[in-house]
């Protein structure tokens, strides 16, 4: 029979090829070859091992599922969507290369613990080259920072100078956040790293099978106790969609200061030119584009966890063909990921940092008033009390156009007696800096101890 379905005995009618387009997967499915090949891989030889099938064909299906894998690695399969999906077109072409042998491999095997399969083997793979480049990450801010320790900055809240800062204790800060990251992915492959295979359609098999022998085969650590649960699960995906989501929104943190960074009115830092674009028609523009890609990127991530929670909803057990729509956001949230962090890394490790203009802008604030105040407090003043007298300051300076370093001795006197002139040397973003030397705060001690400390952290891992 023409366009004869593996599925099609209790058939009498084809499906009308629109039809079959809407359910197919191929056209995205395709990346999971060569684990469900792998997968096969360890299957056979368990069914041979089990005399569920008898050797030679097991040696046959085995040889057979080789020569496909290096068609694929040689680019030399094409794929057919009446085949529908990765599964069964992996079949028929096994079917074209050994003959009907190629039928027994389906033996105590279902698509439905077969896609569950290779997505774990997919993810599991994935995750150790997302950790690979996060790791990366970490190693070129921590660069960074370990160059920056004394490069003063101003140090924000609700986007105003607040207090000066080291621009190493800002790098840092993004440091922690991607090694929450790295944790948090850490814990997804232990969910990733458990094999479904065995639990066939929903509930099991009759064939004597050897579930831990296949488990072990694949590389899994573990594998899953309940067939219905092993069938149905896509948290692992979940979890990987969400911590991505997390993961970007920190990049675009990070893009987003990076982007105000290089502007004309911050001017802290300078992207290379290989990490910036022109304008068509502004011959002076030179624009940050891929940081404010990755920031744009972060929606179609976040997009992708809302897409599979809402599949996943109501879904009632065990296999439903929803579950299918749980691929192409995963894929896309792969590449963009990968990307992201290359790109970041890229970003980071070649722009130039202007600490000039980073310092000078400390110089022409307010951001020393907490030290006016704190030296007050210091000297047995309430902080209550020294915090009005400095407010007072700080709004007589600024009608007058000047800063509270700029004023002089025998007014501070006036003020108040308790202060010295000593004031001056205390006013200086550099010592407001040193001076915060309490435990993860932004003095320089502290901070050459923070890297250390991590350091050792990114070398253990
Ligand atoms: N292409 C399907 C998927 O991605 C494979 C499993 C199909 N199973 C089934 N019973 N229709 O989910």
Redesign the pocket.
């Known amino acids: 029979m023409a366009n004869h379905k593996l599925w099609g005995g209790r058939f009498e009618a084809a499906l009308e090829s629109w039809v079959e387009e809407f359910g197919a997967?191929i056209s995205f499915?395709y990346q999971l070859a060569p684990y469900d090949l792998k997968g096969s891989l360890a299957h056979v030889q368990m069914l041979g091992a089990q005399g569920i099938i008898e050797p030679e064909e097991a040696a046959a299906i085995r040889a057979g599922l080789e020569k496909l894998l290096e068609r694929y690695q040689a680019g030399a399969i094409a794929f057919d969507v009446t085949n529908?999906?990765?599964?069964m077109n992996m079949e028929a072409l096994l079917t074209e290369e050994i003959g009907p042998v190629a039928g027994k491999l389906h033996t105590a095997r279902?698509?439905?613990d077969?896609?569950a399969t290779d997505m774990h083997l997919y993810l599991k793979d994935q995750l150790g080259q997302i950790g690979e480049k996060l790791l990366h990450l970490r190693e070129v801010l921590l660069a960074l920072a370990e160059e920056h320790v004394e490069t003063i900055m101003p140090g924000y809240t609700h986007l105003q100078h607040a207090q000066p800062i080291s621009f190493a204790h800002h790098l840092l800060a993004y440091y922690q956040m991607f090694s929450r990251d790295s944790e948090r992915y850490a814990f997804n492959l232990k969910h990733t790293d458990l094999s479904p295979l065995g639990a066939a359609?929903l509930a099991g098999t009759t064939f004597p099978i050897d579930r831990e022998q296949t488990a072990s085969l694949m590389g899994f650590s573990g594998l899953y106790h309940n067939s219905l649960d092993a069938v149905s699960d896509r948290d692992f995906i979940l979890e990987f969609l969400s911590n991505s989501s997390m993961l970007m929104m920190h990049l675009s943190r990070l893009c987003e200061e990076l982007i105000n960074w290089c502007s004309y009115e911050y001017g802290f830092v300078s992207l290379s030119d290989t990490f910036s674009t022109g304008s068509s028609i502004m011959p002076q523009k030179k624009n940050p584009d891929m940081a404010e890609l990755i920031r744009g990127k972060t929606g179609r991530v976040y997009g992708h966890l809302f897409s599979l929670l809402t599949v996943m909803k109501s879904l009632p057990l065990a296999?439903n063909?929803d579950?299918?729509e749980?691929?192409e956001g995963m894929f896309d949230t792969v590449e963009t990921i990968q990307k992201s962090l290359d790109i970041m890394a890229g970003m980071l490790s070649s722009m130039t940092v202007h600490k000039d203009k980073m310092l000078q802008s400390t110089e022409k604030d307010f951001s020393n008033a907490t030290e006016l105040a704190d030296y007050l407090a210091k000297k047995g003043l309430p902080f209550r009390e020294a915090h009005e007298i400095v407010g007072r300051l700080v709004l007589e300076c600024s009608r007058s156009g000047s800063y509270l370093q700029d004023l002089p001795f025998a007014r501070y006197q006036e003020v108040s007696p308790l202060i010295e002139e000593d004031i001056y040397q205390v006013l200086q973003s550099q010592t407001a800096v040193r001076k915060r030397n309490s435990l993860g705060g932004t003095g320089f001690e502290q901070i050459r101890q923070e890297l250390a400390r991590a350091k050792k952290d990114l070398n253990s891992q």
Request: net charge negative.
């Open positions: 997967s499915d529908e999906d990765i599964h279902s698509r439905n077969q896609v359609a296999y063909k579950l299918q749980d691929k």
